[in-house]
């Protein structure tokens, strides 16, 4: 053991104590052979080996220990992460979304415009039926209704309902489930558990959204295996491989109604699955043990790994979960355990073998907008008004290179986080490589500042530098700005290290950290969606499908002093990078020209340089040292999003 790191395990281990071993019974002594006097009478003698006994496996037990305890384990009774762990273990899948895509689980495959399985055709609507109007809304076809009609994707194409019959768009997705599903009670599991958790879904006692529910004209059964799901008349929906609903037991859960399933213990505490673990008991306060599920479907894979699984509720102290992981109460320690708590204690253990560090880039990506428009310019720029510091986009593009993301990212998460590229991760399938962010340059980022009018003129790179013949921006003005990010430790630290940055450019840089409920405050009082920053530091979630909505001009709060919460609070409005976002979103993956929009509107992005892309906050979690199979993906919906291939010791090697 790495001498070093000695007093931080003795520090850790007297945090608990282990449990005593217990002496065990030794076993009786072999009886000794005796030697027995043969008469020299020519006899034989057969000698039979006695045969080795036989070594019977010992059951497996596979322990997580988990910083929070679920709620319920009712699919449609609660949304914790905790619960979506436990979760995973009982259901595999139907769909598993990872690498900003989805896999099937359950199904055959996952429908497809490309393959044709998925199609968009023509339908009649009149008077009456319910269609989805231009602003997306579910509504009957009545005079004064704006709709598109078929083939129509944008706003210039919109027509007015004046009566008769029209036609429309509309989606059509089949779902095919692998043949041989059983539920964990050797009950098959068919078509029509899908549709009865639709129907259980859709009734007003069962609390979850009915955004979908609303938008779907048909769900239905075709055979055991098959359902289809077709879209209310222009409903277009970009994620349409996933209306697929979750199964649910039909056999034993339609006796109940939907306002007797948020309570009772079949939904709630012991809910039947198809996954590779059923449950056996939930102890509340401590623990929840499942045991391996003998109809799972890939248990013919060797499938799942161990006999009994146990989810235990350890809390959130980080010290103590450590301390359980290096005695061997826990196996692998979830996201919700709080490890960020001690991330460099952990890191340290991970180095010296003691323990696995397991970390992943997630979806949330922290970003540095600049204040292009705020909202004093609204009505034209005055000479009042502050100085227009980031209309020009070489300045910009300066204080991008004069930003050394990588060391502030490494000092941040210790090397283990990846930069933001865009506002869609180098790992989706639709990034675009050419539209890469601009490196650290520092020396080229000060040329580029004296090229735009942001002189030195002093000779001293620890003051300003002063504007000099920069449209909207008085000679002599110092280049001093505020930089505004929330009280958020890391936020702190990042808005400290890039101000020592900029200030190596000749860029003074004020701090101020606000409390974040003042600091999303609505606008027009509020600092960003009030408008009201230089640069802003925040966080977006990237997602499946790319988010270049988030840049859309008409997404800028407060516009004709309306929706103040809308998302472009940089002011940034590009007619390109509109045209090129909004023909992304009009389309559908797999349509022709998807992937080509979305390309576009990442190089545009790219070039007109609205915010920073700065770094992905990380998934954190830790196993015993011999662990494998613990895999985080960023978009992965829980930490054992495939718990049933987790193992550790001789299957490991």
């Known amino acids: 053991m790495n001498k070093q790191i000695f007093p931080l395990l003795l520090l850790i281990l007297v945090a608990c104590t282990a449990p005593t071993p217990q002496p065990t019974a030794s076993p009786p002594p072999l009886p000794t052979p005796t030697q027995t006097t043969v008469p020299p009478t020519p006899v034989e003698i057969i000698i039979t080996a006695t045969p080795e006994p036989t070594a019977t496996a010992l059951p497996r037990t596979l322990t997580i220990c988990m910083g929070a305890e679920p709620d319920t384990l009712y699919k449609y009774g609660g949304s914790m992460l905790a619960s979506a762990n436990v979760l995973e273990a009982i259901y595999d899948g139907p769909i598993d979304t990872n690498g900003y895509s989805f896999q099937p689980v359950i199904l055959e495959k996952i429908p497809s415009l490309a393959d044709g399985d998925a199609i968009i055709q023509p339908v009649t609507v ?78 007003p006692e069962t609390p979850v959204s009915t955004f979908d529910i609303e938008r779907t004209a048909s769900y239905t059964a075709l055979d055991e295996q098959t359902v ?54 939930w102890e509340i306060g401590s623990h929840i043990r499942l045991r391996r599920n003998p109809h799972y479907f890939r248990a013919n894979e060797g499938l799942p790994k161990f006999d ?84 020009d986009v070489r300045t910009r593009q300066a204080l991008a290179m004069c930003l050394d993301r990588k060391a502030v990212a490494d000092a941040i998460y210790l090397g283990r986080t990846e930069l933001a590229p865009s506002y869609i991760p180098a790992s989706h399938p639709l990034f675009n490589p050419d539209a890469a962010p601009i490196a650290y340059n520092p020396e080229q980022g000060k040329l580029l500042l004296d090229e735009i009018g942001w002189l030195d003129d002093d000779g001293d790179p620890t003051t300003p530098r002063i504007a000099q013949g920069i449209p909207q921006v008085p000679d002599g003005t110092p280049f001093s700005i505020t930089y505004r990010t929330t009280t958020a430790s890391q936020r702190q630290r990042t808005a400290d290290l890039f101000a020592e940055n900029l200030a190596q450019c000749g860029v003074q840089v004020i701090l101020e950290f ?84 979305h390309y576009e509107a990442q190089a545009l992005f790219a070039a007109d340089l609205p915010v920073i892309p700065l770094y992905y906050r990380l998934k954190v979690g830790a196993a015993r040292a011999d662990f494998c199979g613990f895999i985080y993906d960023p978009t992965a919906q829980s930490d054992t999003w495939n718990i049933e291939v987790f193992d550790y010791g001789k299957g490991c090697k």
């Open 514 to 597: 606000t409390e974040a409920a003042e600091y999303f405050a609505d606008g027009p009082e509020g600092l960003i969606f009030g408008r009201a920053f230089d640069l802003a530091q925040f966080a977006w979630l990237a997602e499946t499908i790319p988010a270049c909505g988030l840049y859309l001009s008409e997404q800028i709060p407060g516009l004709n002093g309306e929706n103040w919460l809308n998302n472009n609070p940089s002011g940034y409005a590009s007619p390109a990078f509109d045209e090129a976002c909004r023909r992304a979103l009009a389309l559908l993956p797999g349509e022709p020209g998807y992937a080509d929009a």
């Open 126 to 203: 009149s008077a009456g039926d319910t269609v989805l109007d231009a602003d997306g809304n579910p509504v009957p076809l009545a005079a004064g209704v704006v709709f598109r009609p078929n083939g129509c994707r944008a706003d210039d194409c919109e027509q007015t309902y004046a009566g008769g019959e029209v036609q429309m768009d509309q989606l059509s997705v089949p779902f095919t489930l692998l043949a041989g599903l059983k539920w964990a009670d050797g009950e098959p599991l068919t078509a029509q558990d899908s549709v009865y958790s639709f129907e259980l879904a859709g009734d």
């Open 228 to 281: 289809q799901w077709i879209g209310v008349p222009g409903y277009l929906d970009a994620t349409y491989m996933q209306n697929f609903w979750h199964p649910l037991p039909k056999h034993i859960w339609s006796n109940y109604t939907a306002q007797e399933l948020l309570e009772e213990e079949i939904s709630n505490q012991t809910p039947l699955g198809w996954g590779p673990y059923m449950i056996e008991e």
């Open 308 to 391: 009994t699984l146990i989810y235990r509720f350890t809390g959130e102290n980080s010290l103590g979960n450590l301390a359980k992981l290096l005695s061997g109460e826990c196996d692998l320690l979830e996201q919700n355990a709080h490890i960020d708590d001690m991330f460099a204690e952990f890191l340290e253990l991970d180095e010296a073998g003691e323990l696995q560090l397991i970390t992943s880039p997630g979806t949330v990506w922290e970003h540095l907008d600049f204040g292009i428009v705020p909202l004093a310019y609204d009505d034209g720029y005055q000479s009042t008004d502050r100085p227009d510091f980031f209309g």
